[in-house]
Each structure stands twice: as C-alpha cells, then as structure tokens.
C-alpha cells in the first residue's frame, strides 16, 4: 500500500472528536496499522495528549517494545517539540505528515528536530501530503472556534 | 522554600527504581509539591516515560487544568527535546535542572527550545542547581549498567 492510503486514515482519525483540534496519527510496520490515535488534549485536560504521543505510546504497546525502528508515522499536522522528541526517542525509521504548521512544526518549519545527526538518529521526515484535505479541517475547525467566546486565539496547527 | 529543598526531592525521587536512568521530577505551586515522578521507560517498555513529561501530566491532573503558568519544574537532568515541548505546552514558567546534557538537552546545550520567544511563551530555565550530585548519580548507573552486556551504549543523561 501506498502513504495516501494511510495517511487518508490518518484524516479520518483527525475528524473522530469534533471538540478536538483535527489531527489524527497512525503507526505501519509492514504495510500494516499497528497503532491509531486522534488529539485528546481538551477530552483528557492534558496538554501532552498529542495524537503522535498517544499513537508512539500504542504502538510500543502492540509491539511490546519500546524501539519502533522498522515503523512509520503518519500524521495530519507537522509535530510540534514534543511529539518531534517523541519521534526521536523511539527511534521510528520515517514520518509522514500532511499540513505544515508554521507556528509549532519541529519537522522542518520551526525547526527540524528529527532530522538533526546531532541526536545520533537521523528521521527521514516528508510533509506536504493531503495538505490541503488537512488545512481544511483545521481551518473549518479553528473558524467554529473563533465564533465561541473565551477559546485562545492562537493553538496547535492554527494559522 | 527554596530551590535547594525541592531540587533534593528529585534527587531523591531519581532513586527510586535502580533499573531506571536516575532522573526524578517535581513540580510545584506555592511552594507545595503537587507532582512528583521519576522515569518509568524501562519499567513500562516506553521511551516517552520521562520523568518530567509523568510529572506534568500529574500535575496537570492535581490542578484539574491543562495549564501550569504558576508553577515550577524542578527536574534532576536537563529535559530532552520531548520534554522541552512538554514545558511549552504545559504553559509552565520555570524550569529548574540539575546537571546539564551535552547530548539531549534542549534547555541550553544542543537546542534551547523553552527559552525561544517563537513558541509564543518563554520559559525561564536555569540549570545546574546541584549538579554534581546528579551527574554523580547518573555516572554511577551508566558505569554499572557498562558492565552489563547487551545495553546500548548511550542514553538520556550519559556522557
């Protein structure tokens, strides 16, 4: 199979909670989806509930191991530092993503945290696929936000 | 109280578990300790287990809100890469570390991540508050685990 493949069911994750900032993230090793996750910060109240976190922190589960180097991230937003962090603590060989986020982005925007030698683990990182399809949910939801009073103006992905 | 008092309940949370890494994590509000960890990664097969992203997530849940703008990390090693994104995202004001990483650190060292105005919110860092005492711990782990087969050969903290 090929990335569009899971990085459309990266897409659909993104949209499973409609209080959630849209973006979604799946784990492949071997042409399979070992792990699937969406952000949970605002259900959880935690921050750090980042759906790359949460889907790294699965897939070490479903392999048992804490070394995914064989494994493939797909997200549909650029990580931020911490999932980038995430990204190189677990060694994963490649991530994919869709939007650019040139706020946040650690994967080349901002910064370019996995692709560093300097963490003795270079990370193959390409972004820019279903860019769009990803811009659009994350604008239609940060434009519902606007419209609610007290929410911050400025947020993870949010142009 | 001051620094001093809670960078020694780090220490001391760092040794906890002897098969860990020593690193041990609190934050604190008002001067009160409302979060304590210390590194879980081995115990757990999760290299995201990091004493200070525990310690967040605790203290997130202590105060019932996502946001730590009051509080203080205090924090046995300086934080890598995730951790420095946790500290962003959390909102937290200040970090203090112990011993400095020339190899993950992210407070200083490789990258200064919390300290850069880009990520809308700066941190104030300070590190090498009781750092002989850390990296004296650190040592003695690396040195015993050196003498164990099969261990990589760097981790978070050795030098």
Not at 7 to 19: C, F, G, I, K, T
Not at 83 to 101: E, P, Q, S, Y
Request: glycine fraction near 6%; aromatic fraction near 6%; charge should be negative.
């Amino acid at each position: 199979m090929d990335d569009t493949v899971f990085m459309h069911e990266a897409l659909r994750l993104a949209q499973m909670d409609p209080s959630e900032v849209p973006v979604g993230a799946v784990v492949v090793k071997d042409n399979r989806v070992i792990a699937v996750a969406h952000n949970e910060q605002f259900a959880s109240q935690n921050a750090l509930a980042h759906a790359e976190m949460l889907a790294l922190q699965r897939a070490q589960e479903a392999l048992g191991t804490s070394r995914l180097q064989d494994c493939t991230l797909y997200v549909t937003l650029e990580p931020c530092p911490m999932c980038a962090g995430g990204i190189i603590l677990t060694g994963i060989k490649r991530c994919v993503f869709a939007a650019f986020d040139t706020q946040y982005g650690c994967c080349g925007s901002v910064y370019a945290l996995p692709m560093d030698p300097v963490f003795h683990h270079s990370v193959l990182c390409e972004g820019g696929l279903l860019a769009e399809e990803s811009r659009a949910l994350l604008n239609a939801f940060f434009q519902r936000q606007r419209h609610e009073a007290g929410k911050p103006a400025k947020r993870q992905g949010e142009v």
